[in-house]
């Protein structure tokens, strides 16, 4: 059984940082793309950020780009999402997201369809 445990959530202020880790367990991270969306009050769940298997191409919204990186450790089956320069609009329950395995070392699920296994959440509160 496939599952993904996020951590790293928290309260912050207007400016700073947070640091989300997904632990990937049950599959073989290696050759898993991932990523995190995101979901704020009474609004449709978004894309955030993506990663490839073998962490060569990332995807960004572009609400994010130059604030939020992501990164994987596929030693350690983690992925994390650094964020940056946060802003009261970046206040969501963040989830760590898995696609099933592909060959493409360079594939970045953008998409919330292209994504099978889920976390449970962590929620960014970003106060001003």
């Known amino acids: 059984q496939v599952q993904l445990v996020e951590s790293g959530g928290g309260l912050v202020q207007v400016g700073g940082s947070l640091r989300l880790s997904c632990v990937v367990s049950?599959?073989?991270?290696?050759?898993?793309?991932a990523g995190w969306l995101r979901q704020g009050s009474g609004k449709v769940r978004e894309f955030v950020a993506t990663?490839?298997?073998?962490?060569?191409?990332?995807q960004f919204a572009d609400s994010v780009k130059g604030r939020f990186t992501i990164s994987r450790d596929n030693a350690k089956n983690t992925v994390y999402l650094e964020m940056n320069s946060l802003k009261p609009d970046d206040t969501a329950v963040y989830y760590c997201?898995?696609?099933?395995?592909?060959?493409?070392?360079?594939?970045?699920?953008?998409?919330?369809?292209?994504?099978?296994?889920w976390g449970q959440g962590t929620q960014v509160t970003v106060s001003s």
């Open positions: 997201a898995a696609a099933g395995l592909n060959g493409n070392r360079y594939y970045t699920p953008s998409r919330e369809y292209e994504y099978l296994y």
């Open positions: 049950g599959r073989t991270f290696s050759r898993t793309p």
């Open positions: 990663i490839s298997w073998s962490g060569d191409s990332k």
